[in-house]
Nanobody, 121 residues
Framework: QLQASGGGLAQAGDSLRLSCTAS????????MGWFRQAPGKEREFVAA????????FYANSVKGRFTISRDSAQNTVRLQMNSLKPEDTAVYYC????????????????WGRGTLVTVSS
């Protein structure tokens, strides 16, 4: 029900924009978030946005470089990633939050398949 896209190869300092579109149902009343998992590492929180787009929350590692937004009309959440670093290399997942903290994976009920972002130095 969630399809992430926009990943690819980038060089350090470049920008990429990820999109996640929900199909077959809407999640207009849910917080939506992005997580990532680098090779050999645990999944980590990246960013989340409230149901109306008015509130956002970021991991310290991406604050000031990444921007999360949502377009409820298109049932889409986006992650604009600027000033990419090699350490941003990971598979990025979008997810829909249920109950719980915004930055905890266990709070999210629905997950997309992920899109790979590779940043070279």
């Amino acid at each position: 029900q969630l399809q992430a896209s926009g990943g690819g190869l980038a060089q350090a300092g470049d920008s990429l924009r990820l999109s996640c579109t929900a199909s077959r149902r809407t999640f207009s009343s849910n917080v939506m978030g992005w997580f990532r998992q680098a090779p050999g590492k645990e999944r980590e929180f990246v960013a989340a946005v409230s149901w109306d787009g008015g509130t956002t929350f970021y991991a310290n590692s991406v604050k000031g470089r990444f921007t999360i937004s949502r377009d409820s009309a298109q049932n889409t959440v986006r992650l604009q990633m600027n000033s990419l670093k090699p350490e941003d290399t990971a598979v990025y997942y979008c997810a829909v939050k249920g109950l719980g903290a915004w930055d905890q994976g266990s709070s999210y009920d629905y997950w997309g398949r992920g899109t790979l972002v590779t940043v070279s130095s």
